[in-house]
């Protein structure tokens, strides 16, 4: 329970000062971090304003500094391992958006390690599905300048993956699909920034048997729109489709677009791949590493729906990990596949070759 002070004001959890610094980084505001006396102001390039990133600069009389994770490191200063941080004195805002996550933009001429405060910075970017492009300042000698701005201690972060476990069940509810006949959707609330997920339990699943399960990340492009370059919609409703035949099961819809890194930056990197780079690559010049999705919440929701041993409907070994080290024992994998294209060949093949998916891609376009 959340403790209250003497004048019955409840003080905020834990996850809800992450929550707050979310919000704040998102409307393009700084936040300040800190940890142990050291307090440092971070502002994220993604959403601030040019004359905010100006304010920023004024604010700390040009002793700011961009950090660039490692994977964005590694591509500007092939060999580079680990975040690095680049200063900013003199440097516009075009030009350090250029350099955080342009395509083709030069390497900085200067720049060190990051140190971990900063590195923690990108973390609370990732949470509020921002480009880990972070602008930094230390506060000492500034910090009546930064007084108004929300505060948060590194130490809370951890308590993020704490709260993507908390979830109630919200509504339960018929829903009839073409094809597959009646379907239930469970609509389960919580986690970080307390979002809906959704459950669609197809055919008459048997609680007492290892349960037959998809988990599918949202795909607004493959899902909703038939985008032909990935396999995502077909994965979605052939996974349906094999639960249904399998007696039942359940298929778990995350809301978690774009690999974990949010719509924005998925079409930032599909923006990239028509010029050439592959999915990761592509990712990397945005800051991210190959897949920031994360699980919990597929865990909590199967525990909720009194499921504790399935038969996982996937290629991903990623997700039988995650499912493992949550409890949840997976009994056996079913593959599941769709149409390949010319559009997306490329993408299935690198999620082979880089990204350790089990599929046999010469065979699925051999049956082209």
Not at 8 to 31: D, H, I, N, T, Y
Not at 103 to 108: D, E, R, S
Not at 238 to 251: D, H, P, Q, S, T
């Amino acid at each position: 329970m959340t403790p209250f002070d003497d004048q019955g004001f409840q003080f905020a959890s834990p996850a809800m000062q992450v929550e707050r610094a979310v919000a704040e980084l998102r409307f393009g505001r700084p936040v300040i971090l800190g940890e142990g006396a050291r307090r440092i102001a971070v502002l994220a390039l993604d959403s601030a304003a040019p004359s905010v990133y100006d304010q920023f600069a004024a604010a700390v009389e040009g002793k700011h500094s961009l950090l660039l994770t490692s994977h964005r490191a590694a591509r500007l200063l092939p060999g580079t391992y680990g975040d690095i941080s680049v200063p900013l004195d003199g440097v516009s805002f075009a030009e350090a958006s250029r350099l955080a996550y342009g395509l083709q933009a030069h390497a900085p001429a200067r720049w060190r390690a990051a140190d971990p405060l900063m590195g923690a910075s990108a973390e609370l970017a990732r949470l509020a599905l921002l480009l880990p492009a972070m602008v930094c300042a230390d506060l000492n000698g500034f910090e009546h300048r930064f007084a108004a701005c929300c505060m948060l201690d590194r130490s809370l972060l951890a308590t993020a993956v704490a709260g993507r476990q908390k979830f109630d069940i919200v509504v339960r509810t018929r829903v009839p699909l073409r094809d597959l006949g009646d379907a239930e959707f469970v609509v389960f609330r919580g986690g970080l920034a307390q979002k809906d997920q959704v459950a669609i339990v197809v055919g008459q699943p048997d609680l007492g048997a290892p349960v037959p399960i998809r988990i599918h990340s949202s795909c607004i492009t493959g899902d909703l729109c038939g985008s032909l370059k990935c396999d995502c919609g077909d994965q979605l409703r052939n996974g349906l489709a094999a639960l249904k035949e399998a007696g039942g099961g359940v298929l778990l819809y995350l809301d978690q677009e774009g690999r974990g890194t949010g719509i924005g930056a998925k079409m930032r990197a599909y923006g990239y791949q028509h010029l050439g780079l592959d999915t990761i690559d592509a990712d990397a010049e945005l800051g991210y590493g190959s897949d920031h999705r994360r699980y919990e919440a597929a865990i909590a929701m199967l525990r909720l729906l009194g499921i504790a041993d399935v038969v996982i409907f996937t290629n991903n070994p990623a997700k039988m990990a995650a499912l493992a080290d949550g409890g949840i024992a997976v009994d056996s994998r079913v593959a599941i596949t769709g149409e390949v294209t010319a559009e997306n060949a490329r993408y299935l093949r690198t999620k082979k070759a880089r990204a350790g998916h089990m599929l046999d891609i010469e065979a699925l376009l051999a049956a082209e």
